[in-house]
């Protein structure tokens, strides 16, 4: 089962650009901290 996240987006984005949530991302080598999840927005209408 794939993770489920609830994160703010800023308003006023526009269609394909990305987002950026620090340490949602995979874990780091060697037990480093996680990284960064990039979400791309994609706005319908």
Known sequence: ???TYK???PARLKDGQEVRI???GGPG???G?????Y?????DG
Do not use: K, S
């Open 29 to 31: 080598q060697n037990g």
């Open 22 to 24: 620090r340490e949602l």
């Open 7 to 9: 994160v703010r987006i």
């Open 33 to 37: 901290a996680p990284g960064d999840l």
């Open 1 to 3: 089962m794939e993770p």
């Open 39 to 43: 979400v791309t927005v994609h706005i």
